[in-house]
């Protein structure tokens, strides 16, 4: 039988029973939707994070000391080992453009004239090159050792009069104690500028290492009039280093990580007093940081994509089925075909033709109600979108090997039907 002629046929009983035909792909249109949905989302979470990492993130090293089996994301068991002299260490060594580091400093409010907001963790103590200038909305960077700030958006704008540049604020700390800043800045956007902060949008005011934290951290309190305050920076360890390697090249990005790691490990370090035996630096750039992330985008798309087999294991049932009750219904036609010259290759191949018919339309179905799906998604979460078209391909295959397998043995049975018998079939 020509296969054109197959196929003209096996439209042809499709067409004459379309509500039972879309019930029996049914379930692949469920499965394959959902695959593609959630594949979109993934892909689309993936490129917001990684989108969000500019060129010169993607040169920064975000480093702490932890014992080395320890699990989660960054700063996951992290301790206070690294004193101002390392950062100064580090900075001087060949391979690093910048070190400084980076430590939360704990508030209670902040107030903008006569008007104060509660927020904790506000403080984000850095280098000012933490806040890269193409970032900046207006303003400019902090200075180190000046009582400066930058603020983001959501930071600048949760009082009734925005902040703008040149305005002063007051801090309240945890302790009760109080310091002022400067607003010299405000960032583009409200989300996190490293992993160490996450990406999540919310108020936060950069501030410099020093005096901010030096100061906190040795214990002699923050100086609320703005004025000269004696600081003993020694004293203070921070919890992080950041380093920023030349370029974005990866092996000068690995040149600046081993020559840190290189250093603060040796006797030469204030770290290496704290270090001993259980203590190792570990240090990650936020493509790696995300790379977690990523293992568990791969964990949710491998569940689902479970899911997505059973449903299509249930469409798969479906067709086979409904291929099974089109061959007994169809019994006297298999006899006239057979009577009139037709060979069983030729009724495997009608029967196995209808049986890929639905499972091809069901995989298109489902797929284009799987874009739709990721597309909705990703806009209400205000992800950039991003459609895995080698799933769109995958599902079409998908699609049609279900059609054969579900098909194969209704087709098989049919082909073996006995002439004179389906003749005499009521």
């Not at 695959?35 to 990684?50: D, E, K, P, R, W």
């Not at 209400?380 to 895995?388: A, F, G, Q, R, S």
């Amino acid at each position: 039988m020509n296969p054109l002629e197959s196929l003209r046929l096996s439209w042809r009983s499709i067409r004459g029973h379309k509500l039972r035909s879309a019930l029996t792909t049914l379930g692949i249109v469920i499965g394959i939707a959902a695959v593609i949905a959630f594949v979109t989302l993934g892909a689309s979470l993936q490129a917001g994070i990684i989108g969000d990492i500019s060129p010169d993130d993607q040169r920064n090293v975000y480093g702490w000391a932890a014992e080395p089996d320890t699990e989660g994301g960054p700063l996951a068991g992290a301790q206070p080992v690294f004193t101002g002299d390392d950062l100064e260490a580090v900075e001087d060594l060949e391979d690093v453009e910048a070190a400084y580091g980076y430590a939360t400093i704990q508030t209670q409010a902040i107030s903008n004239g006569d008007e104060t907001v509660v927020q904790g963790n506000g403080l984000i103590a850095s280098g000012p090159s933490y806040i890269r200038e193409e970032r900046l909305a207006e303003g400019r960077q902090f200075e180190m050792g000046e009582r400066e700030a930058v603020l983001n958006p959501a930071a600048a704008n949760q009082f009734a009069e925005n902040v703008t540049v040149g305005d002063e604020l007051t801090v309240t700390l945890l302790g009760g104690e109080r310091t002022t800043l400067e607003v010299v800045g405000i960032t583009d956007t409200s989300e996190g500028q490293s992993p160490f902060e996450g990406f999540e949008s919310s108020p936060r005011v950069y501030v410099p290492t020093d005096p901010y934290y030096t100061e906190q951290a040795s214990g002699i309190g923050l100086g609320g009039d703005g004025g000269e305050t004696e600081t003993n920076s020694d004293d203070a360890r921070f919890l992080a280093i950041i380093i920023e390697a030349p370029s974005t090249d990866e092996s000068d990005i690995d040149a600046a990580r081993e020559s840190a790691t290189a250093y603060l490990e040796s006797d030469e370090s204030d770290a290496s007093e704290l270090l001993g035996d259980d203590l190792e630096v570990q240090f990650r750039t936020s493509t790696e940081l995300l790379s977690q992330l990523q293992d568990v985008l791969d964990l949710l798309r491998n569940f689902i994509v479970g899911i997505a087999a059973i449903s299509l294991l249930v469409g798969s049932i479906g067709i086979a089925n409904i291929m099974l009750v089109s061959v007994t219904e169809r019994t006297r036609e298999i006899g006239i075909m057979k009577a009139v010259g037709a060979q069983n290759r030729d009724v495997l191949g009608l029967f196995l033709t209808e049986a890929v018919i639905l499972g091809v339309i069901g995989s298109i179905l489902g797929t284009a109600l799987g874009l739709v799906g990721g597309y909705l998604g990703a806009q209400y979460v205000d992800l950039p979108l991003v459609y895995p078209l080698e799933y769109v391909a995958l599902a079409i295959v998908v699609g049609m090997v279900v059609g054969i397998l579900a098909g194969l043995y209704p087709a098989w049975r049919a082909a073996r039907t006995d002439p004179i018998d389906a003749l005499r079939y009521e």
